[in-house]
């Protein structure tokens, strides 16, 4: 029997995390849950070199995606503007995914797994506390709290599997990725929770919102982004030269997600 190839086991994968979690009824009132495609594809190309079966990987894989899936929606409750009722059935969507994720943990017997995805919940919460509470003091203290937000549990499940040579790339790939979905939120439509953050570290006049800032003011935001995305896109070049076993799907994936970034400077250059 041939054993179904990378980009099977993702497609497969992703079909079965969709079944779970696009319940017909929930979709009725709340927006579509989010599957990130570029963790999956993390997650089997991981674990794609480890020995274990493809059931597996599969029941490992669908219950990682299944808790960030919970984490991301109970997240949009708090930054979604929503009557009573679509703000309660997002709770228990996100409950009811948390659900998915400890039955699938349960079956899979793995103890270590449930301990150290335990720990990235836990990270990731008291980040997520830290950030919208807007108790970080500085850049630098923001951006790693961002990371952490955007990394901890795939971080854990790496160390689970004793694969930690993926961290840095894992980390500096996910803030990267979030630094880009911000960027663009600011640029398109003046609106980011990262960049009022840095916005209010920076400049002096916390009132003003991104709106009403200064052509100069939005580029040195942009020029402070630009620098952390830079620096993180250094690190996954390096992951991909030195990172064993890239499959040629996962590394067209980061070249794609690479390719997105537009410095400031060099746009600014170019339209000038």
Same mark, same amino acid.
């Given at each position: 029997?041939?054993?179904?190839?990378?980009?099977?086991?993702?497609?497969?994968?992703?079909?079965?995390?969709?079944?779970?979690?696009?319940?017909?009824?929930?979709?009725?009132?709340?927006?579509?849950?989010?599957?990130?495609?570029?963790?999956?594809?993390?997650?089997?190309?991981?674990?794609?070199?480890?020995?274990?079966?493809?059931?597996?990987?599969?029941?490992?894989?669908?219950?990682?995606?299944?808790?960030?899936?919970?984490?991301?929606?109970?997240?949009?409750?708090?930054?979604?503007?929503?009557?009573?009722?679509?703000?309660?059935?997002?709770?228990?969507?996100?409950?009811?995914?948390?659900?998915?994720?400890?039955?699938?943990?349960?079956?899979?017997?793995?103890?270590?797994?449930?301990?150290?995805?335990?720990?990235?919940?836990?990270?990731?919460?008291?980040?997520?506390? @830290?950030?919208? $509470?807007?108790? #970080?003091? +500085? /850049?630098?203290? *923001?951006?790693?709290?961002?990371?952490?937000? =955007?990394?901890?549990?795939?971080?854990?499940?790496?160390?689970?599997?004793?694969?930690?040579?993926?961290?840095?790339?894992?980390?500096?790939?996910?803030?990267?990725?979030?630094?880009?979905?911000?960027?663009?939120?600011?640029?398109?439509?003046?609106?980011?929770?990262?960049?009022?953050?840095?916005?209010?570290?920076?400049?002096?006049?916390?009132?003003?919102?991104?709106?009403?800032?200064?052509?100069?003011?939005?580029?040195?935001?942009?020029?402070?982004?630009?620098?952390?995305?830079? @620096?993180?896109? $250094?690190?996954? #070049?390096? +992951? /991909?030269?030195? *990172?064993?076993?890239?499959?040629?799907?996962? =590394?067209?994936?980061?070249?794609?997600?690479?390719?997105?970034?537009?410095?400031?400077?060099?746009?600014?250059?170019?339209?000038?």
């Amino acid at each position: 029997m041939n054993l179904p190839d990378i980009r099977q086991k993702f497609t497969d994968i992703k079909e079965q995390v969709e079944q779970k979690v696009f319940h017909p009824y929930l979709l009725k009132y709340i927006e579509k849950p989010v599957i990130d495609e570029d963790r999956l594809l993390i997650l089997v190309s991981i674990m794609d070199r480890l020995e274990m079966s493809y059931n597996e990987l599969k029941n490992y894989s669908m219950t990682t995606m299944l808790i960030q899936i919970a984490l991301d929606t109970h997240e949009h409750i708090s930054n979604a503007n929503v009557d009573e009722k679509n703000r309660q059935l997002t709770v228990l969507a996100g409950d009811y995914y948390s659900g998915l994720y400890y039955k699938l943990l349960a079956e899979s017997e793995n103890i270590l797994m449930i301990k150290e995805l335990s720990k990235g919940v836990k990270e990731v919460n008291e980040h997520k506390v @830290s950030f919208y $509470q807007k108790e #970080l003091v +500085g /850049i630098d203290n *923001l951006m790693t709290s961002i990371k952490n937000i =955007e990394s901890s549990l795939l971080v854990k499940f790496s160390e689970c599997f004793k694969v930690e040579l993926w961290n840095e790339f894992i980390v500096n790939l996910f803030f990267f990725k979030r630094l880009l979905s911000e960027k663009k939120l600011f640029m398109e439509a003046g609106n980011s929770h990262v960049f009022e953050y840095i916005k209010d570290i920076t400049l002096p006049n916390k009132h003003l919102t991104l709106k009403q800032l200064s052509d100069k003011q939005k580029r040195d935001l942009l020029v402070i982004c630009d620098r952390y995305l830079d @620096s993180s896109k $250094q690190y996954i #070049l390096k +992951g /991909i030269s030195q *990172l064993p076993y890239l499959n040629d799907m996962l =590394e067209a994936r980061i070249t794609s997600i690479i390719n997105e970034h537009q410095p400031i400077a060099k746009t600014l250059v170019e339209e000038g």
